[in-house]
Nanobody, 124 residues
Framework: QLQLVESGGGLVQPGGSLRLSCAASGFTLDSYAIGWFRQAPGKWREGVSIISSSGGSTNYADSVKGRFTISRDNAKNTVYLQMNSLKPEDTTVYYC?????????????????WGQGTQVTVSS
């Protein structure tokens, strides 16, 4: 079964850090660009960051630029999202997804596989 599994979410105080992981099973990630999205209840799914299959290209939404860093370890079949200087408005569910087309359009319909999401809560 082809699937992505996110982990690393949790509760953190404002200004704190978390590292999310996105691991693949049933397929290898090295031919896919991987995007991170987030979606709050009642809102559109927002693109956060994307990394190309080789890791040589990355893109970030303006809302997280300078605070979040995306990276990948293809040997471990895993992509990471390092989140620093977290704010309460970063609170929501985070999803990773795989696409064959690296792009900064963050169109969910361009992605082939999705994880189940991991909750991030930033609160004092």
């Amino acid at each position: 079964q082809l699937q992505l599994v996110e982990s690393g979410g949790g509760l953190v105080q404002p200004g704190g850090s978390l590292r999310l992981s996105c691991a693949a099973s049933g397929f290898t990630l090295d031919s896919y660009a991987i995007g991170w999205f987030r979606q709050a209840p009642g809102k559109w799914r927002e693109g956060v960051s994307i990394i190309s299959s080789s890791g040589g290209s990355t893109n970030y939404a303006d809302s997280v630029k300078g605070r979040f860093t995306i990276s990948r370890d293809n040997a471990k079949n895993t992509v990471y999202l390092q989140m620093n200087s977290l704010k309460p408005e970063d609170t929501t569910v985070y999803y990773c997804a795989a696409t064959q087309y690296y792009n900064n359009a963050y169109r969910p319909d361009w992605y082939d596989y999705w994880g189940q999401g991991t909750q991030v809560t930033v609160s004092s």
